[in-house]
């Protein structure tokens, strides 16, 4: 994410709702993002599959890099040292707000 300066609203008057309605929205957009951030980096990759250099767009350019990680295999740890693991296991406890969309009821036909 860039160091641009962004504006922030005001919300000395805004409401629970209002703020949790804007979480929403970001979040869904934050979904969505994500979803065309990954078709195009498929379509990259299966359109141009030796792509081994940077891509320069109009607006954006693009490192092609190979990456290594090496990570732990907690799963495989558990099973093969399952006293080990309790012992060094431990539990956070932290805050967490969930949203979800709500659904308008469907209204009654008048007949």
Known sequence: MSREKRILPKLDNATPGFI???LGKAREQEKEAKF???FYKDQLRAKFPNLTEDVMGEVYCADVV????????TERFKADYPELYQEYKKTVEFEQVKTSKIVPKPKKDKK
């Open 66 to 73: 190979e990456v290594v990680q090496e990570r732990f295999d």
């Open 20 to 22: 949790v309605d804007e």
């Open 36 to 38: 065309w951030a990954g």
